[in-house]
């Protein structure tokens, strides 16, 4: 089954939506570069296919955060809206950036042995020390 999510950055400017299947992965990240993106010590996201995503209003910025991803933000309110791998094959989004955040919950913890020390959740799913499945 299939449904559509839209979301967006604080100010409005960026909108975009997704096509969600049952089976799309959902992890909170622990790694520096999405901390520091976001000045969370952790963020939520969910993984959909290129296919599957698309900007419906506004022009987002982005820059390469690393060799194996793109960053985009809103350039008017610096909200980070979503992130590309290198091949642009997979597309996350901050599940706090969905006009409907409660439909999506987290499945796993990816890089967690980056996480800051003070921070944990007391949760039973699964902790990838470094790369989650999709990230490989």
């Known amino acids: ?3 559509r999510m839209e979301g967006g950055c604080l100010c409005g400017a960026v909108r ?6 049952e089976d799309d992965l959902a992890d909170y990240c622990h790694c520096r570069e999405c901390r520091r993106a976001s000045g ?4 939520a996201w969910v993984q959909v296919s290129s296919a599957r995503f698309q900007v419906t209003r506004g022009e987002p910025h982005g ?3 690393s060799p194996a ?15 590309i791998d290198e091949k642009q094959q997979s597309v996350g989004v901050p599940i706090a950036s969905l006009d409907e955040p409660d439909g999506v919950r987290p499945r796993l913890h990816g890089w ?7 921070f944990d959740t007391k949760d039973e799913l699964l902790r990838f020390p470094r790369h989650p499945p999709y990230d490989h």
Do not use: H, K, N
Request: with cysteine; aromatic share 16%.
């Open 112 to 118: 967690f042995d980056e996480r800051i020390d003070w």
């Open 69 to 83: 991803a793109r960053r985009s933000f809103c350039p008017t309110c610096g909200s980070q809206l979503f992130m």
């Open 40 to 43: 969370a010590p952790v963020v």
């Open 63 to 65: 820059f390469a955060s």
């Open 1 to 3: 089954m299939t449904r």
């Open 16 to 21: 975009y939506a997704i096509e969600l299947e």
